[in-house]
């Protein structure tokens, strides 16, 4: 099979599209919030590679053609953001502050958590993009100097972790309003959050699609002086 992997130049894609199918299947047949399409096809990939005795660095080679799509998929979210282009208007001073809120609360946690757990500069880098689309935090945490591989596999989890979670903690907190619901998703979740914003609603969708670009340019220029803290 490692072989058939290095020989073959779509292999890796094929299997990252047969893991994900898997996953939006499980996920519409049984509706539970833990059976998310992403986290469902990482498993089935590492399942797969490790039965299959695949090395990463083979499979990786196969796959690389699906990255060239972040950023497009990343620009392509600024359709629903302009369908609602008036409610952000007239609500632009409320979504500025909660996206600048958002992007100060994860940028602090990650320093406050890094000081207790004695974490060093790299480590601690490393996580400062934990919450924007993957196609910004390569490279502010290549800029930093932390380790890109570990990085993009901080925010896929923390992605994960806000779809699956995000309306239930919006929920026990009582936040309502579609604005606010949207602005918290796509700030702490980025494009993964973004896609339980838009199944949530068409303003949760576009609040949200523009929080993944507020945040990401934000946090590129917050990074920077948090970096030098530890």
Not at 90 to 95: L, Q, S, T
Not at 194 to 209: Q, R
Request: glycine letters at 10%.
């Amino acid at each position: 099979m490692s072989e058939f992997m290095q020989n073959s130049a779509y292999a890796g894609v094929t299997i990252s599209l047969l893991s994900y199918s898997l996953g939006t299947y499980l996920k519409k047949k049984f509706g539970f919030g833990f059976l998310n399409p992403l986290l469902i096809s990482i498993i089935a990939t590492i399942l797969f590679l490790f039965a299959c005795g695949v090395d990463y660095d083979t499979y990786s080679e196969g796959a690389k053609y699906l990255s060239w799509l972040l950023t497009p998929a990343t620009v392509c979210l600024a359709i629903p953001l302009y369908e609602e282009w008036e409610l952000l208007k007239n609500n632009a001073k409320a979504v500025m502050l909660g996206i600048l809120s958002g992007v100060l609360t994860s940028l602090v946690t990650v320093f406050v958590l890094s000081k207790l757990m004695g974490l060093s500069h790299e480590s601690y880098v490393t996580l400062l993009p934990k919450s924007i689309t993957t196609a910004i935090g390569m490279g502010v945490s290549e800029e930093l100097g932390g380790y890109v591989t570990i990085t993009v596999a901080v925010i896929v989890i923390t992605g994960v972790l806000g779809n699956i979670l995000g309306e239930f903690i919006c929920k026990i907190f009582r936040i309502h309003e579609p604005i606010s619901k949207g602005l918290a998703l796509g700030t702490a979740a980025h494009a993964i959050g973004t896609a339980k914003a838009m199944e949530i609603g068409e303003i949760e969708g576009a609040m949200s699609s523009l929080s993944i670009a507020v945040a990401g340019i934000l946090t590129v220029i917050l990074a920077t002086a948090f970096a030098g803290l530890i």
